[in-house]
T-cell receptor, first 110, second 111 residues
């Protein structure tokens, strides 16, 4: 069964706008990670947030984690056409199980 | 380059056949994960190995099997192939619960 569930399934925005994607999960986690996938390619790690952290930044990326609501969000600021990709959250439990959600497909229009 | 190598990159085979996909993890990574991704779909977790031992099993069909060898490389065996098995198969490796590094995948087409 899916652990992480991203929302929305697809998102289309204009260049320069911010993109927000959400991820909900069901069980206890050690950390939550976000990945990016360009069409047909391997996933690339973006950012990891641990269960005792609430917010993390990396460049134009901002990730929040609310363990009480079992949810996380990924914000991409000042989006670019090159950000067009699918974004996946992955939950990692204490047994080292990685479970990926179905992903959000982001389209950034020039 | 993630450091994870998957071979072959592409594979075309007929229904009923058997294939073996190979994965070499990053140096030092003890965990290997296998995922299946059908066209424009999310990743379905198949199986995880840790230092040669099976650690977790996901939605892996009985026709599929995997193993991790003493040198830590892993193989995914798919048998009695069906059209619906056509997909991208990814291998990933990690250290403990940290970042997972993905290979570029093997695109399997069953005709």
């Amino acid at each position: 069964s899916q652990q992480g569930e991203e929302d929305p399934q697809a998102l289309s925005i204009q260049e320069g706008e911010n993109a927000t994607m959400n991820c909900s999960y069901k069980t206890s986690i050690n950390n939550l990670q976000w990945y990016r996938q360009n069409s047909g390619r391997g996933l690339v790690h973006l950012i990891l947030i641990r269960s005792n952290e609430r917010e993390k930044h990396s460049g134009r990326l901002r990730v929040t984690l609310d363990t009480s609501k079992k949810s996380s969000s990924l914000l991409i600021t000042a989006s670019r056409a090159a950000d067009t990709a699918s974004y996946f959250c992955a939950t990692v439990d204490y047994g080292q199980n990685f479970v990926f959600g179905p992903g959000t497909r982001l389209s950034v229009l020039p | 380059d993630s450091g994870v190598t998957q071979t072959p990159k592409h594979l075309i085979t007929a229904t009923g056949q058997r294939v073996t996909l190979r994965c070499s993890p990053r140096s030092g990574d003890l965990s290997v994960y296998w995922y299946q991704q059908s066209l424009d779909q999310g990743l379905q977790f198949l199986i995880q190995y840790y230092n040669g031992e099976e650690r977790a099993k996901g939605n892996i069909l009985e026709r599929f099997s995997a193993q991790q060898f003493p040198d830590l490389h892993s193989e995914l065996n798919l048998s009695s192939l069906e059209l619906g098995d056509s997909a991208l198969y990814f291998c990933a490796s990690s250290v403990d619960r940290g970042e997972a590094f993905f290979g570029q995948g093997t695109r399997l087409t069953v005709v």
